[in-house]
């Protein structure tokens, strides 16, 4: 199975950064995927890694380093509405199914 | 492109009744799947079809749920006996099918059993 782990909550202030952990033991593995969710909406599509290292995408940067099983989603410059929960999701090497972790409310403060 | 469609938005039942929940990938797309998103358990996922053909549904309870997809223009899953902890926003996500293509998720049913 995929074990994938998330803190549960992250405070951050406007104008600053946050980094949202995400750690995983797997027995297979295929990338690694961030998805945002906003209260009552579908998760959206942020970003896919499957490559060691940092992968700059503006606002949203993500790392991964697949020897220790971890990954981080950056966002850079905060704003109030980055408020929302992120999502990481390990893909199956098998089939295309995602493991998700349970999800990191991130609030971003004035 | 409209995205993932879903419908009912919201659906409440009655213990014991039926529920079917529709999806509609996104036109192209040859992989749907079926997650349940609930506080306790996070994202869940259930069942997975590719050019219509279940897949893997390693996810899916055995008893009472069952999933089809008769044509490339829809998915459903059905709920036999609804059950108070079958509440939960079914969530159908849909991508080209390859083994490192996005999946686009739907909004979402949320369903409720009384």
């Known amino acids: 199975g995929q074990g994938v782990e998330q803190p549960d909550n992250l405070m951050s202030v406007e104008g600053t950064f946050a980094r949202v952990n995400c750690t995983y033991s797997?027995?297979?593995?295929?990338?690694l995927s961030w998805y945002q969710q906003r209260e009552g909406h579908a998760p959206v599509f942020l970003s896919y890694?499957?490559?060691?290292g940092l992968k700059d995408s503006g606002h949203f940067s993500t790392f991964l380093s697949r020897s220790n099983g971890y990954s981080y989603l950056l966002l850079t410059e905060l704003q109030i509405k980055d408020s929302a929960s992120y999502l990481c999701?390990?893909?199956?090497?098998?089939?295309?199914?995602?493991?998700f972790g349970s999800g990191t409310k991130l609030t971003v403060e004035p | 492109n409209a995205g993932v469609i879903q419908t009912p938005r919201h659906k409440v039942t009655g213990k014991g009744q039926e529920a079917t929940l529709w999806c509609e990938p996104i036109s192209g797309h040859s992989a749907v799947f079926w997650y349940r998103q609930t506080i306790v358990q996070g994202l869940e996922f259930l069942t997975y079809?590719?050019?219509?053909?279940?897949?893997?549904d390693s996810g899916m309870p055995k008893e009472r749920f069952s999933a089809q997809m008769p044509n490339q223009s829809h998915s459903t899953l059905k709920i036999q006996s609804t059950q108070p902890q079958d509440s939960a926003v079914y969530l159908c996500?849909?991508?080209?099918?390859?083994?490192?293509?996005?999946?686009?998720f739907g909004p979402g049913t949320r369903l409720l059993v009384l």
């Open positions: 079809f590719r050019n219509q053909a279940p897949i893997d």
């Open positions: 999701a390990v893909r199956d090497p098998n089939y295309n199914v995602l493991y």
């Open positions: 890694v499957v490559l060691d």
């Open positions: 996500a849909s991508s080209l099918g390859g083994p490192q293509d996005t999946q686009y």
């Open positions: 797997t027995s297979g593995f295929n990338g």
